[in-house]
């Protein structure tokens, strides 16, 4: 693996937290695995927990950029849903697919609700998504697309909400329905806001 040293321990650490778990996966493991030394790793990274933060952090961009492509190549919620259709069958039944759920929603359900410093992070995250999705949803709003008096906040949470809900099940169950019954309700709600 090529990067500097911070760089392969992040994106060893991602992967491995991702695939093990943050409790699983050991420092000495990191180490091995990316190529550093000891002193190396804890000059980046003083510990397992202030690594877990960069881990968060860089999840988080991943999604962001995921989110912001899907959002940019759909004019309008139509093509919204089709591109997160598209999407998330490649993230689902690509063996080269890094995630295979929201590493987010993952990430976070290792560790008790509200631990600090984690909790903040994901709360970080999650309103960065908020505020985008809300932000191309006043677009579409703009262009006569959806209705002008709704609440664009609201229904950028509602569509995250059907999203991480749907993800997390299909996990569980490994039932396409779930994905299915996402892009449905997903449509449903846009379709009702959807300008008369």
């Known amino acids: ?12 650490a991602k992967k491995r937290f991702y695939q093990q778990g943050y409790y699983h996966t050991g420092i ?19 510990s397992k927990r202030d690594l877990g933060i960069r881990v968060i952090q860089a999840y988080g961009a991943d999604v962001l950029v995921w989110f912001r492509q899907i959002l940019r190549e759909s004019p ?10 598209q999407a998330v069958t490649i993230q689902m039944h690509e063996d080269a697919s890094y995630y295979q759920g929201c590493p987010i929603a993952i990430f976070s359900c290792q560790f ?23 932000m191309y ?16 906040m609201e229904l ?29 309700q997903m449509k449903q709600i846009l379709d009702l806001k959807a300008k008369k």
């Open 1 to 12: 693996m090529k990067g500097s040293p911070r760089h392969r321990i992040l994106e060893i």
């Open 28 to 46: 000495n493991q990191l180490i091995r695995e990316s190529g550093t030394a000891k002193a190396s790793f804890y000059d980046h990274f003083p």
């Open 76 to 85: 309008t919620p139509d093509d919204f849903i089709a591109e997160l259709s």
């Open 112 to 134: 008790p609700v509200g631990e600090q410093p984690f909790s903040d992070e994901f709360k970080s995250i999650v309103f960065r998504w908020e505020t985008m999705f809300a």
């Open 137 to 152: 949803i006043g677009r579409w709003q703009e262009k006569g697309l959806l209705d002008e008096t709704a609440n664009a």
């Open 156 to 184: 950028a949470r509602d569509l995250i909400n059907i999203y991480e809900g749907a993800l997390i099940n299909w996990r569980i169950s490994l039932n396409e329905i779930y994905v299915n019954r996402m892009l449905a």
